[in-house]
């Protein structure tokens, strides 16, 4: 038993779900995982008990500064701001603290569509999801830290030309050079031995490193990429942005960090920091052009706030244009057909929505179907936060390559892997969770996506959600990409690496696709439709861009255009998605946010 396994945590506050027993219901999982989560939450260093945030239960008058949504980009921006001790700041997050379970890396999934979640369905679309109907869940986290407290933590900031192109579209300032010194002011790299500091910094909040636990069958993956030609980087951040690597993330020793575990929770003690729960911003209060405040609902009961700066929207890709036009703010006419006064016309407002996409290739190994979480594993993570629980078992592995569209030094491809998930399982060494072999899925994604979709109003009812409408694979360059990295993905089963594990494809030939001849880039590009996998990483519904490009929303300091004391800081500004995983870049834009405020107001 080593010390930490002691470090019991001597505060008492209970902490809100979802619980381990309520992620993996089934009854087979219930004793092993009530234990589990009562062990998880009695440990300091995994739940975090003492060192969170006590929220508000009532709010001030005014406060110099409100930020709408605690997620990614929110509890940054409030971390951030109150730094400055005579600036009062306020959070309002629409949902609860972040679980226990939440901190443990291998229950990532099981989070997913859980009570957690906001669990958003897209619809109407012509080109993707039609397996269901032409209907795509979008999994959205409803709590402190949002997608940050359930993604799946990999850090990767995209490349030096997603950033430049930004810059080009007329955003000065946000160049490669220039954000670079961003994403190294957030970060605390536990192996800047290894990556160097030229790409990395350490001394910041948010701590990234490579998860303690990495799967046997990763050394294959690897093994296959180089074989296949693809190529290997030792960190896909830095010199090297191709090839087969073992991603980095946002963990310390093991335990996630949300953006509010790394941001919020060491400014507790700040009394010029207030958060509030449970509070649901329904409306911005413009007067004469200017912000002035906003309306929330907590528990049911209506609230109003007043600011004396600045509100700051980071509500995400899905609310932060919501609440838009909610306000007043957006595309006239769909305003008027709501009947919501029009305060400033702003067409960009909800469009530009797009995500990167992809589609789940599964294979079958020479390995028995077993779980991978039992009780040795569990208590070697409770004992030191090591072990299958303190990763997200294969998806570490990733592959950054280039299709036929694009250029070797600007990788538009990603693969990830998926076994070897440490999470609901009833407990004992070895059990089977199918006569069957283990599988090895692979989420094969294209990440510079063409289509773009629209976030719109269903109702003018703060509480009834938006419609989304990604319009995946609409433009049918997003096809090519992914059907090609469909077949890069196969030719991995030819290398000596996977042969030797018998590694074979085991989606089944699609009804819906049956005229097509099975793996041809016919079949692919049809199955892709049927069974489209959405990667999450939305944004662009808040578009960043100067005045003249009418469909911009916000400006190069994030500023909204024509209103005065509001900006929009999250996921939602990019004006085009980053090559890779959009977490770290959000937390950049949100640093930029602060930053842009704190030198408008002088300090
Ligand atoms: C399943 C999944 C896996 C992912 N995996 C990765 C990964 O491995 N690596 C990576 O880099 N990225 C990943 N991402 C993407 C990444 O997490 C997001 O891009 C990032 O969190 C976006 O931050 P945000 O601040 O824009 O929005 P969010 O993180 O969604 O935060 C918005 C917050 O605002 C709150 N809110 C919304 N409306 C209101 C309102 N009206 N009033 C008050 N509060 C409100 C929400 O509850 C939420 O807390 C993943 C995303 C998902 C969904």
Redesign the pocket.
């Known amino acids: 038993m080593t010390s930490e396994y002691s470090e019991l945590s001597t505060c008492n506050s209970s902490l809100s779900g979802p619980y381990l027993q309520d992620l993996c219901s089934g009854s087979a999982f219930i004793l092993f995982m009530t234990i589990l989560e009562t062990y998880i939450q009695a440990s300091e260093l995994i739940s975090g008990k003492c060192e969170r945030m006590t929220p508000v239960d009532n709010t001030e008058t005014v406060y110099d500064y409100v930020i ?7 509890a940054v921006v409030a971390a951030r701001l109150s730094e400055i001790s005579n600036w009062t700041v306020l959070l ?4 609860e603290d972040e679980s226990a379970a939440m901190q443990i890396p291998s229950f990532d999934e099981p989070l ?1 569509g859980s009570e957690i979640g ?1 669990n958003y369905y897209t619809t109407n679309e012509s080109h993707a999801c039609l397996s269901t109907n032409g209907s795509c869940i979008w ?10 407290a ?7 900031r995209g490349y030096k030309q997603d950033y430049d192109e930004w810059a080009s579209m007329g955003n000065e300032g946000w160049s490669w050079e220039e954000v670079m010194p961003f994403f190294l002011k957030s970060e605390d790299n536990g192996e800047i031995e290894r990556v160097g500091s030229e790409y990395h910094s350490t001394g910041g909040p948010l701590s990234v490193e490579r998860f303690p636990y990495i799967p046997s069958f990763s050394q294959s993956i690897i093994a296959a990429g180089i074989e296949a030609g693809y190529g290997y980087s030792d960190d896909l951040n830095g010199d090297v942005v191709k090839g087969v690597s073992i991603i980095q993330a946002t963990n310390k020793h093991g335990v996630r960090r949300s953006s509010s575990r790394a941001f919020l929770w060491p400014a507790r003690n700040r009394s010029n920091l207030h958060v509030s729960l449970n ?4 409306k911005i209060v413009i007067e004469d052009g200017q912000a002035v405040g906003v309306e ?1 609902d907590k528990n049911g009961t209506s609230n109003s706030v007043n600011v004396s700066k600045e509100v700051i929207v ?4 899905i ?1 932060s244009p919501h ?1 838009l036009m909610l306000s007043g703010i957006g595309p006239k006419a769909h305003l008027d057909s709501f009947g919501i006064e029009v305060l400033h016309d702003l067409p960009g407002v909800g469009e530009n929505l797009h995500d990167q996409v992809s589609h789940a290739v599964n294979f079958t190994i020479n390995e028995p179907d077993i779980f991978d979480n039992d009780w040795v594993a569990a208590s070697e993570y409770l004992a030191s936060q090591s072990g299958p629980l303190s990763s997200i078992g294969l998806s570490q592995v990733v592959m950054a390559l280039p299709s036929s569209l694009t250029t070797s030094d600007y990788p538009d491809i990603q693969l990830f892997f998926e076994a070897y998930v440490a999470s609901c399982a009833p407990g004992e060494k070895g059990a089977l969770k199918s006569s069957g072999k283990r599988s090895v899925g692979v989420g094969v994604g294209f990440m510079r996506p063409k289509s773009r979709g629209r976030i719109s109003l269903a109702s003018k009812d703060p509480f009834v959600y938006p419609v989304i409408w990604s319009n995946y694979l609409d433009d049918s360059r997003d096809v090519t990409g992914l059907v090609e990295a469909i077949q890069l993905t196969l030719a991995l089963a030819n290398t000596s690496a996977l042969k030797a594990h018998n590694f074979t494809l085991s989606n089944p030939p699609l009804e819906a696709c049956s005229n097509y001849t099975f793996r041809s880039d016919e079949y692919w590009a049809c199955a892709v439709q049927q069974d489209t996998l959405p990667e ?2 939305d944004v662009g519904s808040c578009k960043m861009g100067p005045a003249s490009d009418s469909m911009a929303v916000v400006d190069h300091q994030l500023r909204v255009h024509g209103v005065k004391g509001l900006r929009v800081a ?3 500004i990019m004006p085009k998605v980053t090559s890779a ?4 870049p ?1 937390i950049m834009i949100a640093e930029r946010a602060a930053d842009f405020i704190k030198n408008y107001w002088g300090r």
């Open positions: 709408v949504g605690g997620g990614g980009a929110g309002l997050e629409a949902g997913l906001w999994y959205s986290a409803k709590c402190l830290g949002g997608n940050t359930h993604n799946g933590m990999i850090y990767l509070s649901l911003v329904t929330y980071c509500a995400g890709s609310r609440l999450w990483h999250d996921a939602s995983n959009t977490g770290a959000t």
